[in-house]
């Protein structure tokens, strides 16, 4: 964890000049490396994480969903990938993935991660320790503050825009490009994080 960003896993990966692509900057492909990278750290590196003999038959990666929010370019600073734990499943961990260099964000990422089982290769239930583990790098609003919680007045505004949405999806064809755009902006739907280009603790 982080001094700066007490509920994150970050891990400091520099950026080489392989990476560059034809256009002089970061190649989208291998910005999803730098999640990998960062979750595999967290998972299989961590110092909890090996002294409790976590994830022993490793992970699987089910879903990556991804905002490239502002061009990466190689430079000697390396790059912050920070990791927060937006919610846990059964068998999988929700982990929000930011990709930042002082002062800016250049990918937010949300990835979900499924604890294997060795002898099937399928997902496996999540032990206690792991459960455990993971629920100590939720941020506060992941882990339930009012922000967002089910029954809350944000909540319910966000339930009746995305009902909204809804409903424009159902109109006939005679309904407007425009009205769909802006029912699916007003819930949330075109870009899960929002174009929020600073750079800043998922934590806070």
Known sequence: ???LYPAAHVLSCPTRWSDVDENGHINNAR????????????????ATAVRQS???????????????????HHRPEPLSVRLTVERLGRSSAQVEVNVCREPLTFMRART?????DRESG?????????????????SVVSAGSPVGRPGTA?????????????????????ASAAQR???????????????????????G
């Open 54 to 72: 976590l994830f022993p038959s490793g992970f699987i990666i089910a879903r990556h969903e991804i905002d490239y929010l502002e061009q990466l």
């Open 181 to 203: 755009m802006t029912a699916r902006a007003a819930a949330g739907v075109g870009s899960p994080f929002g174009q929020r280009r600073r750079c800043r603790a998922s934590a």
């Open 122 to 138: 399928r997902s496996r239930k999540l032990s206690q320790n792991e459960r455990r583990f993971l629920s100590a790098f939720m």
């Open 31 to 46: 910005l999803v490396g730098y999640i990998q990278e960062g979750i595999y750290d967290l998972l299989c590196h961590h």
């Open 1 to 3: 964890m982080s001094a």
């Open 154 to 174: 944000a909540t319910a505004a966000t339930d009746t825009a995305r009902g909204d949405a809804r409903a424009v999806a159902a109109q006939s064809p005679a």
């Open 112 to 116: 979900v991660v499924v604890a294997r």
